[in-house]
């Protein structure tokens, strides 16, 4: 229904940007939906809008993101450069290039851009986040140091810019990645994500967030926790306001691969492409 009203509401109102920006966001409306093609249906929903912005930066920057989630990522590429171009101090617009290098195989290009992006401010609300995407790229890069720098820096619970939800998401998927790519297991941060979740994230409500509050149970065996989220998440779905069929399949052997060793048996392989 949120979807359908979306589309009626901006095919009416094509320059409504909070309801553009709820419908374009990868983990908005439709990018949260869980539907099968919804990469695609956002990039083509930002195609039906383009000629209402003209050249805006802010939507340029999100068409850009949209575009290349669908793996267009040479027309991706252009319009983030020319969003950029028109706004460089935009974090949409930084957050865009970000994800159109990492999605391209750009490692060197990203790096560098956001090295030199990140004179942000530390307090604005996408400093954490921008660190973790720089942090990938320091993993694959094999420069170790300089991702756990980056983490203790910017994406510790305690130092992150961001709310719960990224704080939980960012946190997990770096020290995910780490041990993916061979590096040991830090258990008093997963400890302390594990306990911030609890405070913080006591019900589930965003499928991404969950996945990661998901991934910190499983770590600390927490097999309760797990049959509880489990339960509140098949709740909201019979509901209708809840669409986790991938959370569930992970949750269903989170705890079974966490006490096997998933992530040690994974041991210098290369971390996930898919950025966030």
Not at 154 to 173: E, F, Y
Not at 205 to 233: E, F, N, P
Request: charged share 20%; with cysteine; aromatic share 10%.
């Amino acid at each position: 229904m949120a979807i359908a009203a979306a589309y009626t509401h901006l095919k009416a109102w094509p320059r409504d940007a909070l309801v553009v920006s709820s419908a374009a966001n990868p983990n908005g409306v439709i990018g949260g939906s869980g539907r099968i093609g919804q990469k695609h249906q956002i990039a083509a929903l930002m195609d039906s809008l383009a000629p209402h912005y003209s050249d805006d930066f802010w939507f340029l920057s999100y068409h850009a993101m949209a575009l290349s989630e669908d793996g267009q990522l040479a027309v991706a590429r252009a319009k983030i450069e020319q969003s950029l171009a028109a706004n460089p101090n935009n974090a949409h617009g930084a957050h865009g290039f970000a994800h159109v290098c990492y999605e391209g195989g750009e490692l060197d290009a990203a790096r560098t851009f956001l090295t030199t992006w990140l004179t942000y401010p530390r307090e604005g609300f996408f400093y954490g986040h921008l660190s973790w995407h720089l942090s990938l790229c320091e993993i694959q890069a094999g420069e170790w140091t300089r991702a756990l720098r980056l983490y203790r820096d910017a994406m510790a619970l305690d130092r992150h810019s961001g709310g719960p939800q990224q704080k939980m998401s960012d946190g997990a998927a770096f020290l995910w990645r780490s041990e993916l790519a061979g590096h040991p297991r830090d258990a008093a941060a997963w400890r302390a994500l594990y306990d911030y979740a609890n405070a913080a994230l006591p019900r589930p409500g965003s499928g991404l967030a969950d996945l990661h509050v998901i991934l910190a149970q499983a770590v600390i065996r927490d097999d309760a926790a797990l049959d509880a989220r489990a339960r509140q998440m098949e709740e909201l779905a019979r509901e209708g306001r809840y669409r986790p069929a991938l959370t569930f399949r992970l949750r269903r052997g989170a705890s079974r691969r966490s006490n096997t060793g998933i992530f040690r048996r994974d041991r210098g392989a290369r971390p996930a492409h898919r950025g966030k």
